[in-house]
């Protein structure tokens, strides 16, 4: 059941990285999440938003719809959708390490940051359609 | 993000403040290089006393600057990462790079003086 949720649009543009790991955080913060688990939502949000902006619209700026939702008591599901131009090998893509960024520094780490931070990842892509990443955590229960 | 850079002798004190994201590592890698190629340092360290948060925008960073010093011929250390960047960095292998100190090292002089 959901008890609340949160949607967001910002144009793809790097310095509202910052902006929407704070809003998401800021929004799951009425659970009282612990100091460990905010950390890790901003994480896995920075990494999503960022592939966005520098692979999904990487010439162009678009949209970036995020959809943030509180389930049962302490399951937090965040949605970040681009509609740019997609993965083309999602498999190779979700390798750590891997990157197509052949200019400046990527390191290839952004899927394996999710999958480490949040209880699951699931990346659904199409070439030229665009790409949904999903994030779920069960957070600590507090008392 | 602001960044500081102290050089004495052969070592570099790179103090980073703010967040280390895709959007500030640019500029924090340019700052940083122009700085190592002018100087050529022995020892570059990034101190993250002031660092509050960082994705893998900041490992694509930290593994530049570990190489650049590799190919100078000096070596890197990392200082004070908190506990959420310290998670960050071991995903990538960070800490069998370069050295990662814990301790504090927070006045110019403690840095220089153990020398």
Redesign the interface.
Known sequence: MIKNEMKLQIPSK??N??FA?IAVASFFSQLDPTV?EI??I??AV??AV?NS??HGYANEIGTIFIHAKIIDDNKIYIRIRDKGCGIDDLDQAME??FTTCKT????G??F??MQ??MDRLRVISKKGKGTTVTLTKRLRKRI | MSIKIELNDQTMIAYLNG?I???T??DI?TDIDIRVEGSHPNLLILDFTNVS?M???G???V??RYKLMKDIGGNLKIVNPS??IR??MS??GIDRLAIIEKSRPCKRSDYFDKK
Do not use: C, W, Y
């Not at chain 1, 400046?104 to 390191?107: A, I, K, L």
């Open positions: 790097s310095s990285e910052s790991r460990d950390s890790d901003k994480t920075s990494e960022t902006i520098v750590p390490m400046g520094e990527r390191s780490l952004g394996t940051v480490s931070f | 967040e994201d895709h959007h590592a640019t890698r948060f994705d893998s925008s490992i694509g960073l593994m530049g506990p959420q998670k960050v995903l990538a």
